[in-house]
């Protein structure tokens, strides 16, 4: 009998940091400047740290519900086609005067555009059924009692969701840190990755209306 693989990806700088475990406890980490290499390792089940599912406009219901449950950590406002526009500005003032003043997107959002076009272009529905979307703060503050937890970049924080994913399997993540060093991967990175890679396994929870996107994809964050 095959052991069954759990996926967790996340995008970086360089490309994504994928984080697995399997069945039987044995987790690893790996990290390629494209998703098609890391989606193409063996899993039963995968979640992305990154939009799937897009509309032209408008916010997306599960990205409102997820705001309102662990605050500005969700980016609001990812669209289909925001990777066309030639700048931020040329954006803003296409879905400000379409949508209304301050319907724009953040810098956050727009420095992530081009991984929204990837992952945009490797999902099909049918590859929907294994492969999912997850926000890693929205399965933090799930594991931790459905409490918020000190900002990721603290090192309380940090410490709290190291302690989480350790609880859950992943007992090497201290290690991994050390190195990641001259990958480019950063620290928030790979241990987002670990949990949408505990989300894939033990994920049975979303906040989304089920609406799909005018290609069929359901969007839908787990956690």
């Known amino acids: 009998m095959t052991c069954q ?28 400047p494209g998703l098609t290499r890391l989606l193409a390792m063996p899993h039963a089940r995968a979640m992305i740290d990154m939009p799937i599912g897009l509309n032209v406009s408008g916010y997306r219901a599960c990205d409102l519900r997820a705001r309102e449950l662990i ?11 925001l990777w066309i526009f030639p700048d931020m500005a040329g954006a803003n003032r296409h879905y400000w005067k379409r949508e209304g003043k301050g319907r724009g997107v953040s810098a956050q959002l727009w420095n992530i555009r081009h ?29 931790a009692g459905r409490v918020r937890l000190e900002p990721k970049t603290s090192p309380r924080g940090r410490e709290q969701r190291i302690a989480l994913l350790r609880d859950r399997g992943f007992t090497e993540v201290e290690r991994w840190l050390t190195l990641r060093h001259g990958t ?29 996107d005018p290609r069929g994809l359901r969007m839908e964050i787990n956690f």
């Open 71 to 81: 605050g500005p950590a969700v980016f609001l406002g990812a669209r289909r086609d």
């Open 184 to 212: 480019g991967i950063g620290r928030d990175d790979l241990i987002d990755a670990c949990a949408c890679a505990v989300a894939a396994r033990d994920s049975a929870q979303f906040v989304g209306d089920g609406e799909t």
């Open 115 to 143: 991984k929204l076009r990837e992952v945009d272009e490797a999902m099909t529905p049918a590859r929907r059924a294994t492969i999912g979307e997850a926000h890693p703060e929205l399965i933090f503050w799930n594991l």
């Open 5 to 32: 693989n759990y996926l967790g990806l996340d995008g970086f700088r360089f490309g994504w940091v994928a984080a697995w475990i399997d069945e039987r406890g044995h987790h690893g980490f790996d990290y390629s």
